[in-house]
């Protein structure tokens, strides 16, 4: 079974914060996502990467970045946290290729609390 | 990007079919439809998707109209497990694949 793991949670950070939220694959897919999750605004993304350092703005990437240094490993830093980036953070993988399902494999979560 | 909107929330009896509906009429004619759900506090889990035809596997299936702008998911027998949020997603190519999520539906399954 493919596992999608991240790091926390739960995280309660401080306003002005860099905050760093981890995710590993182990089924060697090449794409990864970041998602956010709000109430009444379902799932947006924020940025994916489709190789080792490569990367591509979702449609919120304001305030955050990311980091593809190995192929397992998709991390999302927020420079400096914002009570506004309080939110439930989900992270996704899938395999690229012109067969298959390319169905997301989605890490359970990390709700983020900014205080 | 293709939109897709469904409606906020459904009620299916326990046992009955539930049919999820999604409207998608602006997807394009090389993009997938593809239905997940999400049980509380879990991240969201894969249905099924397709193209043009229809679609069956183990847990659903998918009827998508002859047009393709909107399509149904249908969950046979529904069981309480089911109660869950019903995404409807769009999976747009941009030369890798980058997935539209609309806000999906709140399916409760009453015993």
């Known amino acids: 079974d493919v596992k999608v793991t991240q790091s926390s949670r739960y995280l309660v950070k401080r306003t002005g914060e860099k905050v760093f939220l981890e995710c590993v694959q182990d089924?060697?897919?090449?794409?990864m996502f970041w998602y956010r999750q709000d109430p009444g605004l379902g799932l947006r993304l924020i940025y994916f990467s489709y190789d080792v350092k490569m990367k591509e703005k979702g449609d919120i990437p304001e305030g955050y970045s990311v980091s593809r240094e190995k192929k397992e490993r998709f991390s999302l830093i927020l420079e400096s946290a914002s009570t506004n980036q309080t939110s439930m953070y989900l992270c996704?993988?899938?395999?690229?290729?012109?067969?298959?399902?390319?169905?997301?494999?989605f890490g359970p979560g990390t709700r983020l609390t900014v205080t | 990007d293709a939109k897709t909107t469904q409606p906020t929330s459904m009620d299916c009896a326990e046992g009955r079919a539930a049919n999820l509906p999604c409207n998608h009429s602006t997807i394009s004619g090389n993009e997938y439809v593809y239905w997940y759900r999400q049980i509380h506090s879990q991240g969201p889990q894969y249905i099924i998707h397709g193209l043009k035809n229809n679609e069956t596997n183990e847990m659903a299936s998918l009827i998508i109209t002859e047009d393709r702008k909107s399509s149904t998911l249908i969950l046979p027998h529904a069981t309480l497990r089911d109660t869950a949020v019903y995404y409807c997603i769009v999976r747009v190519e941009l030369g890798t694949y980058k997935y539209i999520f609309g806000t999906g539906t709140r399916l409760k399954v009453l015993a």
């Open positions: 996704a993988s899938t395999s690229p290729g012109t067969s298959g399902s390319h169905e997301q494999y």
């Open positions: 089924m060697d897919h090449e794409n």
